[in-house]
């Protein structure tokens, strides 16, 4: 089964609709780590509108796990990254006027722009993973690029409202990650993955870990973290024909 990383950008979410000091994103890692997380995930965005940089170096500082850098990839955050060296780095498409990441990174019409960039980055022993669609094209780039990892965006698969989408999805997902392993990459997934759906991804043989943040972060409103951290790797481990249909959670 993957192993479990919490993305806590929502606490900072939280923190700063009041501009004040609390929750504390360092204290839900801690806390997320207790209940079980594998690692750590934190996005600065260039606009700051939830994890601050303060917030990433005191991660860099105190995760027990390993702590996964997002950011866009523009030379400001790559010398945020040099400085700080997260244990790893994921590249993801930025716009400012989204709500959340819409979308896997265009890494096929930038490749020679990444390619350097990753370069960078590996140079400084930062392994690095590109977020990106399930799509041939992409997968291909990610490779010419040298990029460890990819992240695979499970949103299609998250938001298909009937059986035969979600399905076929699945089937994507599938695919792009035996296609990607077989081109010497390693894979992740994460984006729209909760309680009910997360099994079927985490049975795809290859998967090496989830991100996942807004469900954990909704169930912890109610139950705390260590507890929605807990049940988020016990549905992990469900098997897959409970999808949609398991209630122990709520």
């Known amino acids: ?12 979410t939280i923190r700063q609709a009041r501009r004040a000091n ?11 780590e207790l209940g079980g997380a594998d690692g750590i995930t934190a996005h600065l965005r260039e606009d700051r509108r939830h994890i601050q940089e303060r917030d990433v170096r005191v991660l860099r500082q105190t995760v027990q796990t390993h702590l996964n850098l997002e950011m ?6 790559v ?4 400085e700080i060296k997260p244990d790893y780095v994921t590249l993801v498409p930025e716009r400012r006027e989204e709500i959340t990441t819409e979308g896997g990174l265009d890494v096929a019409g930038q490749l020679d722009k990444l390619k350097a960039i ?8 930062i392994p690095v993973s590109l977020f990106i669609d399930p799509d041939s094209n992409q997968i291909k780039a990610a490779q010419k690029t040298q990029a460890q990892f990819i992240e695979l965006h499970t ?15 699945l ?3 599938q695919q792009a990650t035996e296609e990607a392993i077989a081109l010497g990459m390693r894979v992740n997934a994460g984006h729209g993955l909760n309680y009910r759906n997360v099994a079927s991804v985490a049975s795809i043989m290859g998967v090496e870990e989830l991100n996942i943040g807004h469900s954990i972060i909704s169930r912890a409103v109610l139950v705390g973290m260590e507890r929605a951290v807990r049940e988020m790797k016990q549905a ?8 949609f249909s398991n209630d122990n959670f709520f």
């Open 1 to 12: 089964m993957p192993t479990l990383g919490v993305n806590i950008d929502h606490i900072a």
């Open 22 to 32: 609390e929750p504390d994103p360092l204290l839900a890692a801690l806390l997320a």
């Open 72 to 77: 866009a990839a523009t030379p400001e955050m």
């Open 79 to 82: 010398a945020i990254a040099l």
């Open 118 to 125: 990753i370069a960078q980055l590996q140079e400084a022993s």
């Open 155 to 169: 949103g299609r698969y998250a938001e298909a409202k009937q059986d035969d989408d979600r399905n076929q999805e």
């Open 171 to 173: 089937n994507s997902l």
């Open 236 to 243: 992990i481990n469900i098997p897959s024909s409970s999808d």
